[in-house]
């Protein structure tokens, strides 16, 4: 384990005043944890509770509501790990467990983020397309080359500010929710009394929700991100190697908690929304974000307009926030795999210093973006890669829960009692999940 910031300066974490409280010292906080967050609800996860809402109204609101400690303890040990260790979750796992381990899971990693950029890719220009109409090639090939340019060029810090502010996109789906006529007492109901049912549709779904929200992706993001934000620190402090400065951890900690509990919001807002005004009106079948989007339009009656206004506030959060996801896919799985080559990384680091990390990102954006256009529907791949992602995640959280509880990795900051149950618990769930939708589909489900 490196030598911290507590070692170097005994006593220092005593001598410091105690945190700035209000919103502007929130502001100041919130940074990778809320940027992963809103990343949780990009346009895969938005079709994936869309189609949720539509297939099972409120049948499976309660997952956004217990889904909360279960994300926010594993995002917060991810984080916690690449704070304390200075390297992101790939360098942790190879230096503590076999090639082989990390290999399968760098390989998990790169096929379900580029499928997932692919998606992602496909939604934005699909839901562009409804607010303004243009090719959809030419919306698709202008995500892709922005995206990728702002992640390349922009300085780390200048980008983080950019995508702290994509991610007020979250807000649109508040916005349609309220717009629509709701029983909050059946709300307020799904809500807290979990509703369950044994068949393969409904296990196949509710996989894909835990999948698409506890997802791989953001366990290498949120890791690797908190070690640029150590970097970015010592840079603006004259310091040459970075360290764990005082109350990092303690701010991590606010930062994911406002993330996962922003991110947990807007599935519980997406599912209202879809449940009150699709599923109600028999339309069950939702296979992109756009399709959610468009099929608002007819059907939102609130007042004169609403419709239109419903269609174009859900497309505008889909666009918002596939711009800020897209990045953090193509990021994450080249934090994964140059870590895994020893190769120069990180987004603090201009082109020439890390060729191979950035030539990583625009790979995986092209091949997704490829996947839009030589026969491929990267969307009903999505359901899928969801799904994938729910089962895959089971034995990556185990190795984060076996690096949580060792203080030869995280010394003092070694998951506590609390911190340790929570992952295991997340581990559990997902392997009955996983579980589950296996025995069904082996049973013909039925």
């Known amino acids: 384990m490196r030598r911290l910031w507590y070692h170097r300066q005994p006593g220092v974490e005593r001598a410091q005043k105690k945190p700035r409280t209000g919103i502007r010292a929130l502001l100041n906080i919130i940074g990778p944890g809320f940027i992963t967050g809103a990343a949780d609800d990009d346009p895969s996860g938005i079709a994936t509770y869309s189609q949720t809402g539509a297939q099972f109204g409120f049948g499976q609101l309660w997952t956004a509501l217990y889904q909360v400690p279960l994300l926010l303890a594993v995002q917060e040990c991810c984080g916690r790990i690449g704070a304390v260790t200075g390297k992101g979750l790939a360098g942790v796992i190879k230096e503590h467990y076999s090639r082989k381990i990390l290999l399968a899971i760098v390989l998990l990693v790169l096929v379900a983020n580029i499928i997932n950029i692919g998606a992602d890719i496909g939604a934005v220009a699909a839901s562009a397309r409804l607010v303004y109409p243009a090719p959809f090639w030419l919306y698709a090939i202008g995500t892709a080359a922005v995206v990728t340019s702002l992640e390349i060029w922009l300085t780390y810090p200048a980008y983080a500010n950019i995508l702290k502010w994509l991610a007020l996109a979250l ?16 709300i307020l109901r799904a809500t807290f009394v979990p509703h369950i049912e044994f068949n393969f549709a409904f296990l196949f779904i509710i996989t894909g929700v835990l999948g698409t929200s506890i997802s791989p992706y953001m366990f290498f993001w949120q890791a690797s991100e908190e070690v640029e934000e150590e970097r970015a620190i010592a840079e603006r402090d004259g310091k040459t190697e970075p360290e764990l400065p005082p109350h990092f951890i ?197």
């Open 250 to 446: 303690f701010n991590m900690r606010i930062d994911t908690t406002v993330g996962m509990v922003a991110s947990q919001l807007v599935q519980w807002f997406i599912i209202i929304t879809t449940g009150t005004v699709l599923f109600a009106h028999g339309v069950k079948n939702i296979n992109t974000a756009a399709d959610a989007a468009a099929a608002l339009e007819p059907l939102v009656r609130s007042f004169p307009n609403a419709g239109q206004l419903a269609r174009d506030i859900f497309a505008f959060g889909v666009v918002g926030l596939g711009l800020l996801a897209i990045p953090v896919l193509a990021g994450s799985a080249a934090y994964a795999l140059a870590e895994a080559l020893d190769w120069k990384l990180g987004l603090s680091k201009k082109f020439g210093e890390a060729r191979g990390f950035y030539v990583i990102i625009m790979v995986a954006t092209v091949i997704g973006l490829a996947l839009n256009f030589i026969g491929i529907d990267p969307m009903k791949a999505l359901v899928y890669t969801a799904v994938f992602n729910g089962i895959a995640a089971v034995p990556l959280i185990f190795v984060i829960a076996r690096l949580n509880g060792r203080a030869d990795v995280l010394g003092e900051y070694r998951g506590g009692p609390v911190s340790r149950f929570f992952v295991w618990l997340a581990f559990v769930v997902m392997a009955i999940a996983g579980a589950a939708l296996v025995y069904t589909t082996l049973h013909g489900g039925s």
């Open 171 to 186: 807000l649109s789906y508040v916005a349609t929710a309220l717009m629509v006529a709701n029983d909050w007492h059946a």
